[in-house]
């Protein structure tokens, strides 16, 4: 049972990690960030329910979008908030920076804004740039192995 979860989640990070690969190199930073993502986002289904861009010291650079209905909307409200202060922040950061291998999934943990149970997938799309993704816990809920 134990060996069936930790696949799932490896599972899961090796699948995001080919996906983003492949939508990350689509980006062009040297246009507007905020239209960038929303082309980026057409991209990605229920899967999550909300994606954002920090810097590499937790400022948010773009609105949250948020999954919900069959579309994405924005919430302009947190852009500029800093996340630094978040138990996974920094270490996922500086994981991404010096290992090089891609995004990280984030072990399980109570959201603040929905008290739900989700994990958070980060993804560097440059040195200073990264893209968090938070799991649905409607997704999490029907792959069981992930809830752990």
């Known amino acids: 049972m134990e060996r069936s ?19 990350i190199k689509m980006l062009s930073l040297e246009k507007n960030l905020e ?21 590499a010291d937790g400022f948010q650079k773009t609105a949250n979008y948020i999954y919900t209905k069959d579309a994405w909307r ?3 409200t947190v852009k500029g908030k800093n996340w630094s202060w978040r138990p996974y ?23 603040i804004e929905t008290g739900e149970r989700i ?12 893209v968090f993704m938070d799991i649905s816990p409607m997704y999490l809920d029907e792959h069981e192995d992930l809830l752990w």
């Open 5 to 23: 979860k930790i696949n799932a989640k490896y599972q899961l990070t090796e699948t995001l990690n080919e996906k983003l690969q492949q939508n």
């Open 35 to 55: 239209e960038e993502i929303d082309r980026f986002i057409t991209n990605w289904d229920e899967m999550f329910f909300r994606i954002y861009v920090t810097d």
């Open 74 to 76: 924005q919430d302009l």
């Open 89 to 111: 922040f920094i270490e996922n950061v500086i994981r991404m920076n010096h290992d090089q291998t891609g995004g990280i999934l984030s072990d399980i943990y109570n959201d």
């Open 119 to 130: 994990r958070t997938f980060s993804y560097p799309i440059d040195e200073n740039l990264y």
